[in-house]
């Protein structure tokens, strides 16, 4: 028995779970984590499954600590310890990549403002600062001058950053209106929320006590993400927005096999043996030579932009044509690996 929270969020995995589980006769149990006794609840249940999001204030508190504690006991959970407990945590990220000696873009962590303004004096510049936080390019700016960098340093020891930036993600939301990408309900919402931010950045607090920069990587007009599930991998190519560096959550996505470097693929299948992940999506960009650097990672997707995927590869790097369905590979993935 499949034990799946009870969330059914259009963008989350749940009802794609249940969906699945429905076709293929798989017995699962809708449960609450939220209640006080879940535990009890799991007790006929071989695993549980769990499409947490960082956007969610409830989650954000107790999602973690759950799922890692029933992990603790034996008891099988998705995403696991190794899939997700650097989720939305981009310093986390750093420390865990480059212990594994993994090609990540270079990035700095400062945690006091001598050491900070000490680098910024000899470094060069542009370089990407971004929040450890966020996702879709939320929180992530190019900074192109020495003194653009030394006010960071000031905001970041000093009275810090809000986890949700409203008016860039009211900027966000009208572009996206505008492109046809988003209604107009979007638009409405960024501008309440202006006013009144959303819970969970209130649950976070400010961004304060660290600064977080990477190098900025040029000659690149997109980044390639690559999800890897149990053994096959899926990818897509997302193209920069206009006048912009950044890519994720563009909402200009290339689904061809021809966008997609084979050796983004590999790259992402040799890393998730080292993390040991459940489901990983990997953001890559090219390097000098061509040589893929990582961006960041993140177990979870919005599953919407990966519908017209046109085929899959496995760890042999074989094609496999045609339409698939990852969130039943998760599935399978905990049936096999069930209590």
């Known amino acids: 028995m499949i034990a799946i929270h009870n969330d059914l969020r259009k963008h989350l995995f749940h009802y794609l779970w249940i969906e699945y589980c429905e076709q293929k006769n798989i017995a699962y149990k809708l449960v609450d984590c939220f209640d006080s006794d879940i535990i009890n609840q799991l007790a006929d249940c071989s695993c549980l499954m769990w499409h947490y999001n960082q956007s969610s204030s409830i989650d954000i ?29 981009k310093i986390g990220q750093k420390y865990l990549l480059e212990s594994l000696q993994i090609d990540l873009v270079k990035t700095w962590v400062f945690y006091d403002t001598k050491t900070a303004l000490s ?17 879709g390019s939320q929180n ?13 340093v000031k905001k970041a020891f000093g009275k810090g950053f809000p986890a949700y930036d409203g008016w860039e993600s009211f ?8 492109l046809g990408k988003a209604d107009f309900k979007e638009v409405i919402k960024g501008t309440v929320r202006l006013i009144k931010p959303p819970r969970y950045a209130q649950v976070m607090g400010n961004e304060i006590n660290y600064l977080y920069f990477q190098e900025f990587i040029p000659n690149n007009d997109s980044d390639i993400r690559i ?24 909402g200009f996505i290339l689904y061809e096999k021809e966008h997609i470097d084979a050796v983004f693929v590999k790259a992402a299948f040799e890393i998730n043996k080292k993390l040991k ?17 990582l961006i960041e990672i993140s177990y979870g997707f919005a599953n919407a ?26 599935i399978d993935l905990m049936l096999k690996n069930g209590k």
């Open 277 to 293: 992940a459940q489901c990983i999506a990997y953001d890559f960009v090219y390097g000098e030579n061509n040589k893929p650097l």
């Open 305 to 330: 932009g990966y519908n017209e995927c046109v085929g899959y590869w496995d760890e042999n790097m074989n094609w496999y044509e045609g339409k698939f369905n990852p969130y039943g590979w998760m």
């Open 61 to 89: 508190v107790m999602a973690k600590p759950l799922l890692f504690s029933l992990e603790q006991s034996g008891f099988k959970v998705f995403p696991d310890f190794n899939t997700a407990w650097h989720f939305d945590d």
């Open 171 to 178: 900027k966000e939301r009208f572009r996206k209106w505008r």
């Open 119 to 135: 680098w910024i004096n000899q470094t060069t510049f542009p370089k990407v600062f971004k929040l450890r936080g966020g996702a």
């Open 227 to 250: 999800i890897v599930i149990d053994g096959k991998a899926f990818g897509i190519k997302r193209m920069n927005r206009e006048n912009d560096f950044r890519a994720s959550g563009s």
């Open 140 to 152: 992530v700016q190019l900074v192109k001058t020495k003194s653009k960098a030394t006010a960071l």
